[in-house]
């Protein structure tokens, strides 16, 4: 999807839910550090009426068996690069939070005119989220990466945000600073819009939001990765990937609007790749 600014993007998050009491700090949550949140099976989340709005979304983005794909446990920490309007962290949050922890990233970005910073707005916004039960959020900036996180996370997730990365000329300095964040053991699990193998470097580069999947595969090998497996899970047969105006042709953008929406929306969402990652000695 296209980028938002953040703020409205963190504000979104909470969803107008009334404020909790308790505050988090950018740099607060440890593994163990439960809360007294109670742990529920993924399945159990993924009906909670918080995802109600969501939902959907679960025909094409496959929440279950993406992150089963991922082999990510409850017990793990995981982050999040990029949550944008939060999608996956209200799934994530309430899933890992109790046995786990969850953590959520982006690249450095300048202070927003009130002087809050990104992580500030984010543990904001997770506080006032009555769905997310007084979790404790750990969010930060991958230029400024908290020292006791360094070197201690089981995964990181990149859902859609590669294309955006190569954009802003940002790729290699973000997975080099995920692969200072990971464990030795730790994996990346990828989703990302993909485009047909024979596609030109001119349509394929981000600009339209598709990728072809061999190139994600090499930019992650060049940055220190290996690549442990592939799935079909997010695949999308009917979609061809070369819409002339990217894949926000598509839903959940349809950025033409009604201009041939019912094709459209009788597609779905974008084909994707999604691939699994291993930080390599």
């Given at each position: 999807m296209r980028n938002t600014p953040l703020l409205a993007a963190a504000a979104a998050l909470a969803f107008a839910t009334p404020a909790l009491a308790q505050d988090h700090s950018a740099h607060g949550a440890h593994h163990g550090d439960h809360h007294g949140a109670e742990a529920h099976p993924l399945e159990h989340i993924l009906a909670m009426p918080?995802?109600?709005g969501d939902r959907a979304r679960d025909q094409y983005r496959n929440p279950a068996e993406t992150l089963a794909f991922f082999r990510i446990e409850p017990t793990m920490r995981v982050a999040e690069?990029?949550?944008?309007?939060?999608?996956?962290?209200r799934v994530l949050l309430p899933w890992?939070?109790?046995q786990g922890a969850y953590f959520a990233f982006q690249g450095g970005r300048p202070p927003a005119?009130?002087?809050t910073t990104w992580p500030q707005r984010f543990t904001a916004a997770m506080a006032a989220a009555e769905w997310a039960g007084g979790a404790q959020v750990t969010a930060f900036e991958s230029n400024a990466i908290p020292a006791d996180v360094a070197g201690t996370l089981d995964r990181v997730l990149i859902f859609r945000s590669i294309h955006g990365l190569l954009n802003g000329n940002a790729a290699d300095a973000e997975l080099r600073a995920i692969r200072t964040l990971l464990?030795?053991?730790g994996m990346v699990g990828v989703v990302q819009h993909r485009a047909s193998e024979d596609a030109s470097w001119d349509y394929a580069n981000g600009s339209n939001g598709y990728l072809r999947q061999s190139d994600v595969i090499r930019l992650f090998e060049l940055n220190g990765f290996e690549l442990v497996d592939t799935s079909e899970v997010n695949a999308n047969p009917a979609d061809p990937a070369n819409w002339e105006e990217g894949v926000w042709t598509l839903p959940p953008t349809l950025t033409l609007g009604d201009q041939d929406r019912a094709r459209y929306e009788a597609i779905g969402e974008s084909d994707r790749m999604t691939l699994l990652f291993r930080k390599r000695a």
């Open positions: 918080h995802r109600d690069f990029a949550p944008g309007g939060g999608w996956y962290t890992l939070a109790p005119e009130d002087g464990a030795d053991d």
